[in-house]
């Protein structure tokens, strides 16, 4: 049997504490930026990949859009399904991983938050899986908004200090031990404690891209107009210029 990456075993039973992560706070302000991008245009369908607990697919849903939920994590979907059951709304959350999605030429617009699946994959070449279903699974016309790791802000700033700004008690911690240079993976130990008050100890790489690097590969399956702005919490602008002290970099692409 396949052994479980360290992405499967953070996301077990970690629904409930997930939704209380300092990172999960914004997200009436991310949709409010997302319906903005939309024109309001409720006929468009939405895929959320990655999608969690669901938080950015049941506020949309609740504000009239028709958004399917995909996460690779069944316990966080039970948690999704759950939240969608106590607010009314029927919403698909479908268990599925991003690097093979079923759907082909289905969606108008895909929104993937928060690191959804994409860049946390083993190798570059599994990330660039992500990005190539993402663009199979929508329309000709149609608009692809995702936030990920800004790899110009480790060049220049302590990944360490970033988190530890953000530090709550119970939630989340984060111990770079290394960022290599070579492949902008960073090699950290993340310590969380799950909804059963279980404390769990993972060894985790993710992925941080340049902005030159995301542009080339979106371009490369088939996005034609690619925009990358910096990212503060429940506050996505486009006023706000990519920086060297951005931790993420919030990508806008169309075609």
């Known amino acids: 049997m396949k052994e479980k990456q360290w992405y499967e075993i953070l996301f077990e039973n970690y629904g409930q504490k997930y939704d209380q992560e300092g990172f999960a706070q914004g997200t009436i302000g991310e949709c409010d930026f997302i319906e903005n991008e939309l024109n309001y245009n409720k006929e468009l369908r939405i895929i959320d990949i990655g999608c969690g607990t669901g938080r ?8 009239g859009y028709s958004v399917t939920g995909i996460d690779l994590s069944e ?3 039970e948690k999704a399904r759950e939240k969608a059951r106590q607010n009314g709304l029927q919403i698909d959350f479908l268990r599925h991983d991003a690097r093979n999605l079923p759907f082909e030429n289905q969606f108008d617009v895909a929104i993937m ?9 083993e190798t570059d070449e599994m990330n660039f899986e992500i ?5 199979k699974s ?13 790899g110009l802000f480790p060049l220049f700033h302590s990944i360490n200090d970033f988190h530890a700004q953000g530090a709550v008690d119970g939630n989340a911690t984060y111990d770079s031990k290394n960022f290599d240079l070579m492949t902008f993976r960073d090699y950290n130990i993340t310590k969380v404690v799950d909804d059963d008050g279980v404390e769990k100890e993972l ?3 993710e992925r941080y891209y340049v902005p030159s690097e995301i542009t080339w590969l979106l371009k490369t399956v088939g996005f034609t107009k690619i ?13 706000d210029q990519l920086t060297t002290a ?7 692409a169309e075609r």
Request: net charge positive; aromatic share 10%.
């Open 227 to 239: 925009e990358i702005f910096g990212v503060r919490l429940g506050a996505f602008s486009r006023e």
């Open 246 to 252: 951005d931790f993420e970099m919030l990508v806008i």
């Open 75 to 77: 316990s966080m979907l």
């Open 131 to 135: 990005l190539k279903n993402v663009s």
């Open 138 to 150: 929508l329309k000709q016309r149609s608009k692809f908004i995702f936030t990920t790791l800004n």
């Open 203 to 205: 060894a985790c790489n």
């Open 113 to 121: 938050l928060c690191e959804g699946g994409f860049p946390l994959m």
């Open 56 to 63: 950015h697919a049941i506020e949309l849903s609740q504000r």
